[in-house]
Every structure is written in C-alpha cells, then in structure tokens.
C-alpha cells in the first residue's frame, strides 16, 4: 500500500490528498477521510481535509501503550469543524465519553468489538441516556482542564487571567467583544437569568456536571431542566464559533 502511493503515504503527499479530496467530492458523495494522527503535522493535516471539501474526518488517534491519544482529538476538534469520529481503543462507555469531551462528534470501535460482541450496543445505550440525562452528550472540558473551542460556552466573564484569554484570542475576540458575543446570545433566551450567579447571568455559568448550588439554585427558580441549559450551552458555543473573526481552521 504504501509502495503504491496509498494509505498512510497520502499523509506525507497532502497535494495529492487535497486532489483527491476535490476529485471525489466532485461526484456529489458524502466524504470520509480517515487519518492516523501523530505522523504530520495534524493541524495542518485537518485544515487541508476541511478545505478540501470533505465531510468528515474519521482519527485513529493511538498512543501506543496508552490507549487513545486524546490530545490527538482535541487537536482536530480545534482544527476544525467538521464532523469528527474518534478511534482507537474504545472498549467501554468511560473511554468514549473521555473522546467526547475532547471534540469527537462519534466514536468507533474494532478490537473493542471482538472482545465484547455486545459493545456496539451497549454505547449506544449509554450514549442515548447520557443525551438524555446530560442534554449534550458530546460537551467539551472547561477551557481552564484544556477544553476545546466549545467550552468558550463555560466560561466566566474574562476579568481575570486564566486560559480562557489565550483561546478567545485564537479565535480574534478581544475580551470585550468576546463577552459582548455571549451576552448577545443570552438576550431572550433563558441564560439571561441569574442576577444572583458569579456574574449575573447563566451565560457565564459551568457545565452542569461541575456541582454549584448557586447555579442549580437559579435553574430550579426558573424551571430550566439540566438537559434545557446544557443543550442552551451547546447553541451558545456554536454562536461563539460562528461569529468569531478568525475561523477555527485559520486559528492555529
């Protein structure tokens, strides 16, 4: 295979993967590039597949002897915003929601497979409850535990330093305009509430799996189930994202 040009070797000839790409999008197809992460540059290689005009960027993300390089994820998450499928040692629900929080949109399983015919299954009933339960299935860490773009949605009015400045920036936000993104969003929706949080509003508030009893106390006042703010969160840092001044395959 990699005599021949294919495989792995398209890797390290990114014109002729690019080609390819257009080549075959040009057939009208829904596209799925699968890649392994760690042999280029990975940024760039996500770039190259986005601007290619592929749909889908499909990441076997080894890290040999320790199970999923999750750093990997992340990296094409920030990358990039299409859809992402996260691969490599998924054996269990634990394992694929740890790829979740790192920016998979889906996950995919092999030797998990084999040794557990019923794995298949069993994430997609716990995938289906978690979405259920939690109201985004797929929510980023906090930018501050090395979150993706996404968790923008998370963060605290940007008045102090701390991480959320560096990956506002990436994104060509100023703190101001960033904060005035969020508030825009909030205006009608149910995270205007909230005069008694950290900063007034549930904007600025954490995901729901961080225990507050300020902001639980607000969305019991108003009714709002932790599905409804979460899946609120999630609409917030797709706004964030598409009206940054810097698209996210620009932003490295």
């Not at 075959?24 to 799925?32: C, D, F, P």
């Not at 859809?83 to 889906?106: P, W, Y």
Request: net charge negative; hydrophobic share 40%.
């Amino acid at each position: 295979m990699l005599e021949a040009g294919l495989g792995e070797a398209l890797l390290r000839d990114l014109p002729r993967l690019s080609a390819w790409i257009r080549a075959i999008k040009e057939t009208g197809v829904v596209l799925s590039v699968k890649v392994r992460a760690n042999v280029v540059d990975d940024v760039e290689l996500a770039r190259l597949i986005d601007k290619a005009g592929a749909d889908i960027i499909h990441v076997d993300a080894g890290n040999e002897g320790f199970g999923t390089d999750l750093d990997a994820i992340l990296n094409y998450r920030d990358a990039t915003r299409l859809f992402l499928i996260g691969n490599n040692s998924v054996k269990d629900f634990e394992t694929a929601k740890e790829i979740f929080t790192r920016g998979a949109d889906m996950v995919s399983a092999a030797r998990g497979v084999l040794e557990n015919s019923e794995l298949i299954q069993e994430l997609v009933e716990n995938v289906t409850s978690y979405q259920q339960s939690i109201g985004w299935y797929n929510a980023p860490k906090h930018v501050c535990s090395d979150g993706d773009f996404r968790g923008l949605a998370f963060c605290c009015l940007p008045v102090k330093p701390c991480p959320v400045h560096e990956k506002f920036r990436k994104l060509g936000y100023t703190a101001e305009e960033f904060a005035r993104t969020k508030l825009d969003f909030a205006k009608g929706t149910m995270l205007e509430y909230g005069e008694d949080t950290c900063f007034g509003s549930l904007v600025w508030c954490c995901k729901i799996t961080k225990p507050c009893w300020i902001r639980d106390g607000v969305l019991n006042t108003i009714e709002l189930s932790d599905a409804e703010y979460m899946k609120l969160k999630k609409q917030l840092a797709n706004y964030v994202l598409d009206h940054a001044r810097i698209p996210v395959n620009e932003s490295h």
